[in-house]
């Protein structure tokens, strides 16, 4: 399977053109990458083109920003427990491109489109009372640019499968990146089952991903970074649900907690950077008296 994220084995620092990788990739000249911040700004994480390969040895087309942490291995504390602190890298280049573009006659940039973009929706919809499933089965697929800000509209939108498409969702996301969204990265919202494996997401003006009332839902070996969009109401964040990880939480839009996603699972993923919350979970009310 294809390497869509890891961390530096070495500090690449600033003015830097190469970096040295912790794993294998087949990476290649050309593709576009992200570098995770190495220290305690968010905002300094930052792209690169890659002008070379050899080996684990990567050459940037031009010198970085910003300095960039890495070592052979993660780190150990005191008690004996692994820390890993080595920045990530993740790859943004795929063959398959999906990009938000102004409409016709409406130059790039243009205020009058600001913050709007395309809507990769997968939903359940009736019409002329048939219902339609959506399944959406992403490998390897690059999503720039999408989602619309200040609505539901989010950059790639799982919604309203309550039934599986029809028992059995066979809804993926793998070696995907999405970046530069103008909403949430990746929404799953009352569909179940959905897979994101080696998802890269950068750059969200909204949670990196989100689940909300979807059982069974597995977010694995993913890198997300970059979450900009400022609270409504400062120190109000993790209320707003601001997150690298959004898991299971609190539906903005029927103004209550969702009810815990049974089998839902965050694992061997990496909240690498976000202006609020690397990672929310909303459970059963924390007032109620438990045994």
Same mark, same amino acid.
Request: overall charge negative; glycine content about 12%.
């Given at each position: 399977?294809?390497? /869509?994220?890891?961390?530096?084995?070495?500090?690449?620092?600033?003015?830097?053109?190469?970096?040295?990788?912790?794993?294998?990739?087949?990476?290649?000249?050309?593709?576009?990458?992200?570098?995770?911040?190495? +220290?305690?700004?968010?905002?300094?994480?930052?792209?690169?083109?890659? $002008?070379?390969?050899?080996?684990?040895?990567?050459?940037?087309?031009?010198?970085?920003?910003?300095?960039?942490?890495?070592?052979?291995?993660?780190?150990?504390?005191?008690?004996?427990?692994?820390?890993?602190?080595?920045?990530?890298?993740?790859?943004?280049?795929?063959?398959?491109?999906?990009?938000?573009?102004?409409?016709?006659?409406?130059?790039?940039?243009?205020?009058?489109?600001?913050?709007?973009?395309?809507?990769?929706?997968?939903?359940?919809?009736?019409?002329?009372?048939?219902?339609?499933? +959506?399944?959406?089965?992403?490998? $390897?697929?690059?999503?720039?640019?999408?989602?619309?800000?200040?609505?539901?509209?989010? $950059?790639?939108?799982?919604?309203?499968?309550?039934?599986?498409? +029809?028992?059995?969702?066979?809804?993926?996301?793998? +070696?995907?990146?999405?970046?530069?969204?103008?909403?949430?990265?990746?929404?799953?919202?009352? /569909?179940?089952?959905?897979?994101?494996?080696?998802?890269?997401?950068?750059?969200?003006?909204?949670?990196?991903?989100?689940?909300?009332?979807?059982?069974?839902?597995?977010?694995?070996?993913?890198?997300?970074?970059?979450?900009?969009?400022?609270?409504?109401?400062?120190?109000?964040?993790?209320?707003?649900?601001?997150?690298?990880?959004?898991?299971?939480?609190?539906?903005?839009? /029927?103004?209550?907690?969702?009810?815990?996603?049974?089998?839902?699972?965050?694992?061997?993923?990496? $909240?690498?950077?976000?202006?609020?919350?690397?990672?929310?979970?909303?459970?059963?009310?924390?007032?109620?008296?438990?045994?």
């Amino acid at each position: 399977s294809m390497t /869509t994220w890891g961390r530096l084995a070495a500090t690449a620092a600033a003015g830097s053109t190469s970096a040295v990788l912790a794993m294998d990739v087949d990476w290649k000249a050309g593709d576009r990458v992200v570098l995770a911040a190495g +220290g305690h700004d968010p905002d300094e994480a930052e792209v690169a083109v890659i $002008a070379a390969v050899s080996g684990r040895a990567l050459t940037f087309a031009a010198p970085l920003k910003f300095a960039h942490f890495g070592a052979p291995a993660a780190a150990t504390t005191a008690d004996g427990k692994r820390v890993e602190v080595r920045s990530e890298i993740g790859l943004l280049s795929h063959n398959v491109r999906i990009e938000g573009a102004p409409p016709r006659g409406v130059p790039p940039g243009s205020p009058a489109v600001a913050g709007w973009g395309c809507h990769v929706r997968v939903a359940q919809v009736v019409a002329g009372g048939v219902i339609y499933s +959506g399944v959406a089965e992403l490998s $390897a697929v690059e999503i720039a640019g999408c989602g619309q800000e200040a609505t539901a509209r989010h $950059a790639l939108h799982f919604e309203r499968m309550p039934s599986g498409g +029809g028992g059995g969702n066979t809804s993926y996301v793998r +070696g995907v990146s999405v970046h530069s969204s103008h909403s949430v990265g990746i929404m799953v919202k009352d /569909t179940p089952g959905v897979v994101i494996s080696g998802a890269v997401v950068h750059v969200s003006r909204g949670s990196s991903v989100a689940v909300v009332r979807s059982d069974r839902v597995l977010v694995d070996n993913t890198l997300a970074l970059s979450v900009y969009q400022r609270a409504v109401t400062p120190g109000w964040e993790i209320n707003e649900v601001l997150a690298n990880f959004e898991m299971c939480v609190y539906d903005l839009e /029927t103004d209550a907690v969702t009810p815990p996603c049974e089998g839902t699972v965050l694992r061997d993923s990496a $909240a690498a950077g976000s202006r609020h919350t690397g990672v929310v979970l909303y459970a059963d009310d924390c007032t109620a008296a438990t045994g």
